[in-house]
């Protein structure tokens, strides 16, 4: 994998690549907190099988750049930059590949500029043609397992606490930068099915760390990051800290806004693919409601369950890659 920056008037973009330059595209939009290198795995893969591979860093992630305001994370910005990135490389119709908020990125752009995309992966955090934000995600949540009146967010109690303690969330991820970053990725629990998720209880603990507003000390999760990314991982947050990536959360009304621009209500002409986490506290969409809009807003949806938790394409590395593959034959798009 190769590092490159574009840059343009408006953004710089620092991205990864691999592959034959005329292999057909593969476009990889980390979320929350990565950046492009968390890829690694499926590239290497696809890769060696023919396709030009690439990941950007997104906005406000590692050697990107990170505006200060607030707003310019929101989600029209951010696909724009990744219209510029597309043209940049040629602007042939891509496999665009999105995981946690870089799901939304990948599908606002199929939505809205749909000869840029061939076909679209969705990874752990499925298309909300409404945008993704609580007034679409609230009456989605189950509440069998979240009564509204213990939990009115749901487990989206940890997104109402980024909206109204903004800067102690900040503060609190950015105390000890290693530990929180070890903390947040975790490999998936069977036995936290079925459960409160502990992103539900966010603000009755008074923040992902409560009282001690700072992560516990703890070894990275080994079977996740290898060493050396992970630790390119911290390097990078340890510049912009948690600031940038957690003010995509602040643009609600811009992104509704956004969203209901769409043509055709958001629709999505093209193959989709969802990959689900069986045992995701936030994103699962087998016990709970939230895949309905996007089974609604796909003409060629494919669902697929594996067996892993929100960090899915760190988690199953291989078997994302066989499961994608497939589609992609499927689909006649290999």
């Not at 990864?16 to 795995?41: C, N, S, T, V, Y």
């Not at 499925?126 to 509204?148: E, I, K, Q, W």
Request: net charge negative; with cysteine; aromatic share 12%.
């Amino acid at each position: 994998m190769i590092a490159r920056t574009f840059a343009s008037s408006r953004h710089s973009t620092r991205y990864w690549e691999a592959g034959p330059a005329d292999g057909p595209l593969m476009i990889f939009l980390h979320g929350w907190p990565g950046i492009g290198l968390m890829w690694r795995a499926q590239i290497e893969a696809f890769a060696k099988e023919g396709w030009r591979c690439v990941a950007p860093d997104m906005r406000g992630y590692g050697g990107s750049s990170a505006p200060v305001a607030p707003d310019a994370y929101a989600l029209e910005e951010i696909v724009h930059d990744m219209v510029e990135l597309h043209d940049h490389l040629g602007a042939s119709p891509a496999i665009w590949i999105g995981h946690d908020l870089g799901s939304p990125v990948a599908a606002a752009l199929a939505a809205h500029d749909p000869k840029r995309s061939r076909g679209v992966v969705l990874v752990s955090v499925p298309y909300m043609p409404g945008s993704f934000g609580l007034r679409s995600l609230l009456p989605l949540v189950d509440r069998t397992l979240y009564p509204a009146e213990n939990y009115p967010d749901g487990q989206w109690d940890y997104y109402r606490f980024y909206l109204t303690h903004f800067d102690q969330t900040v503060t609190d991820f950015n105390a000890d930068i290693a530990s929180s970053l070890a903390a947040i990725y975790r490999s998936g629990d069977a036995q936290s099915v079925d459960h409160v998720y502990r992103s539900a209880q966010v603000s009755g603990n008074g923040g992902w760390f409560g009282a001690a507003h700072r992560a516990p000390a703890v070894a990275p999760d080994a079977a996740l990051w290898p060493p050396a990314d992970f630790d390119a991982l911290v390097d990078t947050f340890r510049v912009n800290g948690f600031r940038p990536g957690n003010a995509w959360y602040l643009n609600d009304d811009a992104n509704y806004t956004y969203a209901q621009s769409a043509p055709d209500g958001g629709r999505l002409s093209q193959p989709v693919l969802f990959v689900n986490g069986e045992f995701d506290g936030i994103c699962d969409i087998t016990r709970s409601a939230l895949g309905e809009p996007m089974r609604n807003a796909c003409a060629d949806l494919s669902v697929i369950t594996l067996g892993a938790g929100h960090w899915l394409p760190l988690e199953n590395k291989a078997e994302l890659v066989q499961v994608m593959r497939a589609w992609l034959e499927e689909k006649g798009l290999s």
